[in-house]
């Protein structure tokens, strides 16, 4: 999620991913092109860790609604697949608020492609960030503009993510990869665990991701480590700069044989 109000400024790392936010009415319409740097390793289909970034960002920015100026931090996102990812063309997704409680808020996303077809649904619940001197911009506002960087190399390359073995992958902590309160943004931390779990699985892409931001990643780098059994995973995602504690778990399950399924 970005603090920028600036049209020109740049959003950041995952500024360059190209999605654009709008208001309508109550819900927030977000809108982006797929290009191959954005697609799993191996696969013509776009990365589900791209789909929890945009799902993040889209329900991150109608938290703050009700936050201002507090800052939101993702407490749990998921996403979830009907079917591989396209590898070009256009997502939309369109996030709605479902439920406003005193300590959580929760939205929900439909993304579509090709028009209108639907494509997954997200969820994400947040809470105000614990300190209390983390607050957003006097004229923060949730309508971003598409930003002129656009990613040029493969997203895992761009964010500096490595796999270092089957099941485990690595993230470094970027300046132009941290979030309105400094840590390491969300949407990354769905990207390694991701890398984390498709290093197990070759050639397949993930159905679904689910995540539970347990604390902040402040240090870096964050360290994924994962198990797969018949296209189930689990990972466990630690900040290895600050003690290895644990910083979150994801849940994971693959499409078998990705490359084989028809893009649309």
């Given at each position: 999620m970005t603090t920028s109000t600036d049209p020109q400024a740049s959003q950041g790392m995952l500024g360059e991913l190209g999605f654009a936010t709008r208001r309508v009415g109550e819900d927030l319409h977000g809108t982006a092109s797929v290009t191959p740097a954005m697609h799993a390793p191996g696969t013509p289909h776009l990365?589900?860790?791209?789909?929890?970034?945009?799902?993040?960002?889209l329900t991150g920015l109608l938290a703050t609604q009700v936050t201002a100026?507090?800052?939101?931090?993702?407490?749990?996102l998921d996403v979830q697949l009907y079917r591989p990812a396209p590898a070009n063309g256009t997502v939309d997704g369109i996030a709605r608020v479902v439920k406003v409680g005193r300590s959580v808020f929760v939205a929900g996303v439909e993304f579509t492609s090709a028009g209108a077809e639907p494509l997954a649904i997200a969820h994400a619940s947040f809470m105000m960030a614990p300190d209390p001197g983390i607050t957003l911009p006097t004229a923060f506002d949730v309508e971003l503009p598409l930003q002129r960087e656009r990613l040029v190399k493969p997203f895992a390359e761009r964010a500096g993510c490595t796999r270092r073995g089957p099941g485990v992958a690595v993230l470094p902590r970027s300046e132009d990869g941290l979030n309105a309160s400094g840590t390491i943004?969300?949407?990354?931390?769905?990207?390694?665990?991701?890398?984390?779990?498709?290093?197990?699985?070759?050639?397949?892409?993930?159905?679904?991701?689910?995540?539970?931001?347990?604390?902040?990643?402040?240090?870096?780098?964050?360290?994924?480590?994962?198990?797969?059994?018949?296209?189930l995973g689990q990972v466990e995602l630690r900040d290895a700069g600050n003690g290895d504690r644990l910083t979150g778990i994801a849940t994971a399950r693959t499409f078998h044989g990705a490359r084989r399924t028809r893009s649309r």
């Open positions: 990365r589900t860790s791209i789909l929890a970034a945009w799902a993040d960002t100026p507090r800052v939101p931090v993702t407490l749990e943004n969300g949407g990354l931390i769905a990207l390694v665990a991701e890398e984390a779990a498709l290093s197990l699985a070759p050639g397949d892409t993930l159905c679904s991701l689910g995540l539970r931001y347990l604390q902040p990643a402040r240090v870096g780098p964050v360290v994924a480590t994962a198990r797969l059994r018949d296209g």
